[in-house]
Structures are given as C-alpha cells and as structure tokens.
C-alpha cells in the first residue's frame, strides 16, 4: 500500500525559515517523481514544485523561485521541501504528492501538514 | 499560466442522479486532464487521469470525457459516500493548475 507522510509543519514568522519532509512507503521511492501541492481556503490548490526520480530536475511555480529548494534521499526513500524567506501567503496545508505511471501527476497523496505564517 | 475555470461550484442532487462537472481550459490541453475526490478532512484521491481513464480502485459509476478546451466528470449514478469536493487539473503544462472545486452534497 502506497504511503506519504508528511512532517516538520508548524507557526513560524515571516522571513523564517521551515523544513518538511515527506516519508514514503508501499511502492519502489527512486522509481518515482514526486511534488509538493498547497491547498488554502481561499486560492484552493495550487502545485508548489516537482523533483524527478533521481533528483537531477526540479520545477517550481514562479511564486516559490528562490526561496523554496525540494529535494530527495532515495536511500532514505524521503522528499524534502526548504523554505526559506517564508510569507504570510505560504500558509497552507502542504500535500506531499507522487508523480505515477506516465507521467499522469499526483497519484498518491499524503494527508497534509499545516504551515502557518505568522507574527 | 493555463487558467481552469470549473462549474458549478455547488451541486445538490439525489441518490440515484445523473451528475456533471464541467472543467473549461483557457487553451487546449490536449487531453492532459485529471479528477480528484477530496473528502472533509482528507487528502485529494485521483479519480480519472488524461481525461477518462479510469484510476484503479475507483467504481465504475465515474467517467470522464472532452477534448481540446472543456471536460467533463459524471457520475452515472449518485451515492451517498460520493459526498465530497471535486477538482479538475491541467497537466498539460508548467505551471500545473487546478479548477477551484465543485462541492457535491446530497439533497
């Protein structure tokens, strides 16, 4: 059974810094592209970044450029997401998310840790 | 960036109805077209990728269909555990976007 589980969300403020990770199970990690989704009551879901399966390639929304980095340990079968110069409009609910078969993108998602920006 | 533009945005139907959700792109996408079901207070579930097939696990109640700009998601037959917000995405190019939602309620 496939399972993401995210981690590392909290309160922190503006301008600092947070780290999540997301542990995966179920399923051959290295295989797979994996991606950061964000989800606010306001602006919904929004796609955040994507790694590729060996970590070469990363894409991020125009938004998040330069101050949030995702990475990946393979051995560790874990994907990370650094963020970094943080914003009030960062807060969400942030969605670990596997890129399947095909390239068909967020197959599998976690349930979610919450980021809060604020002073 | 594509815009996805999705209605309506509040569906109230009975057991047993024929349902629709619409997702209309700014250009063509080409098929790239996914559904998620997203129940109170859990993660999204994908439903249908690149337009109508159908995700593994999902019943056979839900299919999609479209092409070029407008998609759409029906569920031939309403049951009550279909309660739940519905999202559309475009994968056809960076940055990835999602429809705003439609909530599905039972009258």
């Known amino acids: 059974e496939v399972q993401l589980v995210e981690s590392g969300g909290g309160l922190v403020q503006p301008g600092r810094s947070l780290k999540l990770s997301c542990a995966a199970s179920?399923?051959?990690?290295?295989?797979?592209?994996m991606a950061w989704v964000r989800q606010t009551p306001t602006k919904g879901l929004e796609w955040v970044a994507s790694?590729?399966?060996?970590?070469?390639?990363?894409y991020y929304r125009d938004s998040v450029k330069g101050r949030f980095t995702i990475s990946r340990d393979n051995a560790k079968n874990t994907q990370y997401l650094q963020m970094d110069s943080l914003r009030s409009e960062d807060t969400a609910t942030y969605y670990c998310?596997?890129?399947?078969?095909?390239?068909?993108?967020?197959?599998?998602w976690g349930q979610g840790v919450m980021v809060t920006v604020s002073s | 960036d594509i815009q996805m533009t999705q209605s309506p945005s509040f569906l109230s139907a009975s057991v047993g109805d024929r349902v629709t959700i619409n997702c209309k792109a700014s250009q063509n996408i080409n098929k790239y077209l996914n559904w998620y079901q997203q129940k109170l207070g859990e993660a999204p579930k994908l439903l249908i990728y690149n337009t109508n097939n159908l995700q593994t696990g999902i019943p056979s109640r839900f299919s999609g269909s479209g092409s070029g700009t407008d998609y759409t998601l029906t569920i031939s037959s309403l049951q009550p555990e279909d309660v739940a917000t519905y999202f559309c995405l475009q994968h056809s190019s960076r940055p990835l976007t999602f429809g705003s939602g439609t909530k599905l309620e039972i009258k």
């Open positions: 790694i590729s399966t060996g970590g070469g390639n990363t």
């Open positions: 179920g399923f051959t990690f290295s295989n797979y592209g």
């Open positions: 998310a596997r890129h399947g078969e095909f390239g068909v993108p967020f197959d599998y």
